[in-house]
């Protein structure tokens, strides 16, 4: 046990290409660290696409599943950081549509008067705090089409610049 905390701590210190390298080459707690100094980025990523935080999670996890199934073929021709947003904006793509096939869940109770009442999103009450600007930025986004939406997530929380966005989005500048 000794032995994997301290590669985990020499690998916290390696750049993202040292990590691929050594990932690729089987070294497991390289790729637990590439993992987890991305999945914030990646689950950003797909909340802000999505719009939805359980579809967001979903994606997030998608995306990473399809990181370390794709880690093999990874060639370093753009940045890891890159790569990954592309991963997880195709991740987030693929929940949007997923989400426009499923029926929607409505879950009711009764109120204190007995009353039938429908909850649109149960979660609702958790996210009281933040809501006023998470729902404005959701509505700005929303509002956009899929494309757009992408390229500005992309900016605004991947902090990527135009060029690495049009890697990502595999469109010129």
Sequence with gaps: MR????????????????????????????????????????????????????????AAQEAMIAIVRGLAKFDGRSSFGTWTYRIATNASLDELRRRQRRPVNH?????NNNN???????????????????MLIDAALAALPEDFRVAVVLRDVGDLDYAEIAEVLGVPV
């Design 3 to 58: 032995h994997r905390g301290y590669h985990q701590c020499i690998a916290s210190h390696f750049d993202d290409h040292a990590l691929v390298a050594a990932a690729q080459g089987g070294d497991r707690s390289s790729l637990d660290v590439l993992l987890r100094r991305h999945y914030d980025r990646i689950y950003a990523v797909c909340r802000r696409v999505i719009g939805h935080e359980a579809d967001a999670a979903d």
């Design 107 to 111: 879950l009711a109770h009764r109120d």
């Design 116 to 134: 039938h009442v429908e909850i649109a999103d149960p979660q609702s009450t958790t996210r009281v705090d933040a809501i006023g600007d998470h």
